[in-house]
């Protein structure tokens, strides 16, 4: 039962670097999405994909990018990085979303911090 | 645009007592869902309970209740005979697929 998985669960970045969060389901959901969470607050959408080679922005997709060639697979690209991109990514997919009692299940997150 | 609000940063309840987290939002949908999350220490989002606007009946799930109130557009998250392990991080939130969260309630049970 993994569930999501996300990898890696911590990482320091360089001002200006890039790098790639991975994230994979096992459940078959079509939906999958990324939230960020800052420091003292709630969960923020960065983009979600409603199936294999479809994706949309959120609310705050400035400085990601998203690809889906799989059900299982939606990575997350950080171009740039920035210190405000230090934060706690999360990965979360569902079976819907169109039925509303279809919950989103969390991966354990990626700590990021960008310096 | 929907919006989730949680007034309460910060609650205490003494161990074996029960305690109410306030959530109030906005939303023009007819039909939305309603959902409440833990996050422990630890960091993980732990779905805990889950109420439908068309629900007539009020969502439980163990020591978990949602009191919703639809005029009032609330749904706030009762749970009774706190315990130790209760102590967290609360969200609710609201959608269909894409949720949108509120900013939280930090909760302490005290022994």
């Known amino acids: 039962n993994a569930g999501v998985t996300q990898t890696p669960k911590f990482r320091i970045l360089k001002i200006g670097q890039s790098m790639t969060l991975q994230c994979t389901q096992d459940?078959?959901?079509?939906?999958m999405y990324w939230y960020r969470q800052d420091p003292g607050m709630g969960l923020k959408l960065i983009y979600y994909?409603?199936?294999?080679?479809?994706?949309d922005k959120g609310e705050v997709p400035n400085g990601y990018n998203v690809s889906r060639s799989t059900t299982e697979d939606f990575p997350l690209r950080l171009e740039l990085a920035a210190p405000s991109q230090t934060s706690v990514y999360f990965c979360?997919?569902?079976?819907?979303?169109?039925?509303?009692?279809?919950?989103?299940?969390f991966g354990n997150g990626t700590r990021l911090t960008v310096t | 645009a929907q919006k989730i609000t949680q007034t309460q940063p910060g609650m205490f309840v003494q161990e074996k007592e029960a305690v109410t987290l306030d959530c109030t939002y906005d939303t023009s949908d007819p039909s939305y869902g309603l959902f409440w999350y833990k996050q422990p220490s630890s960091g993980e989002m732990i779905f805990l309970i889950y109420q439908g606007s068309y629900d007539q009946q009020n969502a439980t799930e163990g020591r978990y209740s949602l009191n919703f109130q639809k005029a009032r557009k609330s749904a706030n998250l009762v749970i009774s005979a706190s315990q130790l392990g209760d102590s967290a991080m609360y969200f609710c939130?609201?959608?269909?697929?894409?949720?949108?969260f509120g900013q939280g309630t930090e909760l302490s049970v005290k022994p």
């Open positions: 994909s409603v199936g294999a080679g479809i994706t």
């Open positions: 939130a609201i959608g269909g697929g894409k949720l949108i």
């Open positions: 979360a997919s569902s079976y819907s979303a169109t039925e509303y009692n279809s919950p989103l299940h």
């Open positions: 459940m078959n959901h079509n939906y």
